[in-house]
């Protein structure tokens, strides 16, 4: 139980487009989900927490127009990268939780922007 | 300000060569503790929670205990397929509405043979 998954896994795209990524719980009802970001040989960044239905709440020198997060419904999340470019390439990993404490990741998605 | 601190950065090990890792954490009030393992280019897994100082708890060759201020992960007669990065991470009580993590560095553990 608790299965995260991420779509894509990895994606190359060219400096100046857009890119989204989709996070889904498989087996359960995710009623908040979490977008991290990580550097090589560093921990996990929070992005953004987002419920669904409500507007995602961003880390502090996160940008939310440059990050949109849509927390569609319960099993699913999305976050766009807008106007990629060569600094935002790095690997984005969700997480959910279904109301216990504990946070379930997805698999993570490379990201890398030419 | 809530801070979590991982020690060793890295540790090698010998296969059967039993060992612990430690967590370290500043909080105004502990809700939960969780230890996960990373795979390089992959995910978290969750491993346990631990809740309350005094608590343990086992899975195969890993058991995490707790205090009110640090938490081990000993790893007994670790074989290679354990080489991972651990990530502690802890939840404030008063983060409990959003179930924001603070996550340590980690630890890399590698495992020969």
């Known amino acids: 139980g608790a299965v995260v998954s991420q779509h894509p896994s990895w994606v190359i795209c060219k400096s100046g487009t857009s890119v989204k990524i989709e996070c889904r719980s498989l ?8 977008w991290y970001r990580q550097f090589p040989k560093q921990s996990l960044m929070l992005m953004a927490t987002s419920n ?3 507007k995602a709440t961003y880390e502090q ?8 997060i849509n927390h569609a419904s319960l099993t699913l999340s999305t976050l ?3 106007s990629a470019h060569p600094e935002d390439s790095s690997f984005y990993i969700c ?3 279904g109301g216990s404490y504990e946070q379930y990741f ?3 998605t490379r ?3 030419t | 300000e809530d801070q979590v601190t991982q020690s060793p950065e890295a540790l090698r090990l010998q296969e059967g060569e039993s060992s612990s890792l430690n967590c370290s954490y500043t909080v105004s009030g502990l809700r939960g503790l969780f230890w996960y393992r990373q795979d390089p280019g992959k995910g978290p897994e969750f491993l346990f929670t631990l809740y309350s100082a005094g608590e343990e708890k086992e899975k195969e060759r890993l058991k995490a205990t707790l205090t009110k201020k640090e938490s081990f992960l000993h790893i007994t007669a670790p074989k290679p397929e354990d080489s991972a990065t651990y990530l ?4 404030d009580t008063g983060s409990s509405n959003t179930g924001k993590l603070i996550f340590g560095q980690g630890t890399t553990l590698q495992v020969k043979p």
Not at chain 1, 28 to 33: I, L, R
Not at chain 1, 61 to 68: A, W
């Open chain 2, 88 to 91: 502690c991470a802890v939840q």
């Open chain 1, 27 to 34: 087996d359960f009802q995710a009623t908040t989900m979490f």
């Open chain 1, 106 to 108: 997805g698999p993570g």
């Open chain 1, 61 to 68: 020198g996160v940008e939310k127009d440059k990050f949109l």
């Open chain 1, 111 to 113: 990201l890398t922007v």
């Open chain 1, 80 to 82: 766009t990268v807008t």
């Open chain 1, 52 to 54: 669904e239905g409500s």
């Open chain 1, 95 to 97: 997480s959910a939780t």
